[in-house]
């Protein structure tokens, strides 16, 4: 089992930028998909992006396409959320998410129930 913690997250005003950071540790990361998604109070769950395990293939939800960039660093077994041109509608906790299948280096996910580890979620405020 892979286990994730996120971290980066605070507030930042409209039009601003963050990193998020997923880091993992157990098993082979770079077997897995990485997804992020968000969830703000009174809303579901919500997809932000994922990136295959060989970082050569990623994928975006509407809401932010053309405004965040993901990426890993296998040697670091971790993977990045760049959030540029931030909303007040980007408010929400973030969390990242392995597959839960971890057989495939160039899958890419976006429903929650394709994966099977998350990290605890860290929080993004962004201020009009």
């Known amino acids: 089992q892979v286990q994730l913690v996120e971290s980066g997250g605070g507030l930042v005003q409209a039009g601003g930028s963050l990193i998020l950071s997923c880091a993992a540790s157990?098993?082979?990361?770079?077997?897995?998909?990485v997804g992020w998604f968000r969830q703000a109070p009174g809303k579901d769950r919500e997809f932000v992006a994922s990136?295959?395990?060989?970082?050569?293939?990623?994928t975006f939800g509407d809401a932010v396409a053309g405004r965040f960039t993901i990426s890993r660093d296998n040697a670091k077994d971790t993977v990045y959320l760049q959030m540029n041109l931030l909303k007040p509608e980007d408010t929400a906790v973030y969390s990242c998410?392995?597959?839960?299948?971890?057989?495939?280096?160039?899958?890419?996910?976006?429903?929650?129930?394709?994966?099977?580890?998350w990290g605890q979620g860290t929080q993004v405020t962004v201020s009009s």
């Open positions: 998410a392995a597959d839960r299948y971890g057989s495939s280096y160039t899958a890419l996910y976006t429903r929650t129930s394709d994966f099977g580890a």
């Open positions: 157990g098993r082979t990361f770079n077997s897995y998909t």
């Open positions: 990136i295959s395990a060989s970082g050569s293939r990623t």
